[in-house]
């Protein structure tokens, strides 16, 4: 990558939103109109309480209304989390955090009485409203909300485990994530003892000595093994909120709300699955061939993302990172490229490697301004480049969806992972394509096959303990052993035995776990991954013809399932192997070069 002096801001301008931080005024007056406008939406419907009203008109205005009112409660709610992760001592993030859970129960609460007006139309009526050109771009979505009204409880159930969730399943979310704000990892480096964030601790974990990884990897292990007892506290009770609240909607299986919410069906989870188990053995050809090239027998878990030959100190600077992802976002589509660099100008990513700080990547989107927010502690890894492409991706995503109702923007999560992994395959493509010398192309050609690791093995041991962990949870609550015992069996199974060390208190450290918008935050990466991976395929074999038809696989991520959403735009049944297996094949390729360049 060609050298660039540091131009690029580093930080993100999160002043246009809401000026003064936690403690803007501008920011509490946005509440306030959203309660505003909460009351006039709770009006309408009570109006039409018990005798719903057949002027479509009235169906109109009291959907526009929910619509808005989504749309600014994201935004509220993501300038909260954008708050949390760049200063997690921010003593006034869990005040606003409170008020924005408040709000969206009494949202929820609003939603559910709809819900109830809607389930009260006749099928005739019903129908007839779909059919209206006025709810045409929102139909699928329509149905939908109808369909999943009839599978829940009673509008006074829903209504009211919605402001039990307040002071109880979300604080406990809450109390995780302010823990993991707080926590320090005690670490040596130069006779000096330093205490760093999980984040940064967590970079090390990439370091080229192996034992500054075991270092790290041994602190960060004592580190959460003290708080232990909370957080298994905090992970029993958010499970034991989500079991009593199916059991009282009548669900059975604990898929069924990750499945709802990422509009797939579980043939189609277990299928992929199913084509993963069957070509993981290849992922141990690289482990062995790694394991050598690292001078160890057996790679160890923090050895799994390892640099393999890049030298100690060769960093990638910020801009080089940006500058050479916007020309390969170009090759691909020039919107891509000048996408990103808007998002570079305009101080949309958070990337200063500094203290307190939260681990990890996101973005975000403030959805009533039209605008996202990517955060990350940029290091100069090639990781961090990827990660950039993949945060860009999703930013690019939500772009794409600008301009259509709020309820078509709300794509999953499954499908929200096409865009980023997409952009992140675009730049280490690149990179390998570019690479100066052997040594270069094995390490870009290690990153690349690392996120297979990932999708394969890493995300699928949480799949693995969460849903293990939740059929015993239904028992009763899981010990801290017990946890550490069910993540060990998950990580020995996904990983195929093949690991001299594990990571036990992996339950504890990943936060993805402790999230209460959406259960069972992992399946979907897998998917996304290997869906991306399919789309990839795709459009090396169209060329820039494929451009365009990739805007509009985007565009109507949010108004389909996903099976119809794959037999539309790539005329391919997710339910059955074969284009799982074409991705996979792409995958091999990947692992056969790297194969052959370190023999």
Partial sequence: MAKHQQELRLTWDLECFFPGGSASPQYEEYLNTIEASLSVLNAQIDEQAGTPTEDLSKWDEMLQQSQRIASQLWEAIAFVECLAAQDTTDKGVPILYGRNKQLGAAFNSTLTKLDQLILQMDDDRWSALLQDERFAEVSFNLAERRLRAKEKMSSEGESLAGDLAVDGYHAWGNIYNSLEGRLTVPFEENGEIKELSIGQADNKLYHPERGVRQRTFAAIEKAWEKEEDLVAAALNH??????????????????????????????????????????????????????????????????????????????????????????????????????AEKAYQEGWIEAEDRAGKLPGGFCTTFSDSEQSRIFLTYSGTMSNVATIAHELGHAYHDEMMNGQPHMVKEYAMNVAETASTFAERIVSDAAIREAQSTQEKITLLEDKIQAAVAFFMDIQCRFLFETRFYEERKKGLVSVNRLNELML???????????????????????????????????????????????????????????????????????????????????????????????VNLIHQDIDQFLTLTS
């Fill in 238 to 339: 958010l499970a034991g909120f989500r079991i009593n609240l199916y059991r009282h909607r009548g669900w059975d299986s604990i898929l069924k709300e990750p499945l709802n919410i990422n509009r797939m069906s579980e043939k189609t989870l277990k299928t992929m699955w199913e084509v993963i188990d069957q070509n993981k053995a290849k992922l141990l050809q690289f482990f062995d061939r790694k394991a050598k090239l690292l001078g160890v027998e057996k790679l160890a878990w923090y050895d799994l993302y390892a640099p393999v030959g890049r030298e100690e100190g060769k960093e990638i600077s910020y801009d080089e990172a940006a500058h050479f992802i916007t020309e390969q976002f170009h090759r691909f589509d020039p919107r891509l490229a000048t996408f």
């Fill in 489 to 583: 069996e998950a990580q020995k199974e996904a990983f195929m035995d093949s690991l001299a060390e594990y990571h036990p208190r992996f339950w504890a450290s990943k936060r993805h776990f402790y999230g209460t918008e959406a259960p069972f935050y992992n399946f979907p990466y897998t998917f996304g991954y290997l869906f991306s991976t399919g789309i990839y395929s795709k459009a090396l074999e169209e060329g820039p013809s494929f451009a365009d038809q990739y805007v509009e696989l985007l565009r109507d991520t949010g108004r389909m399932t996903t099976e119809d959403l794959a037999q539309k735009h790539l005329g391919v049944d997710l339910t059955r192997p074969e284009f799982w297996q074409n991705a």
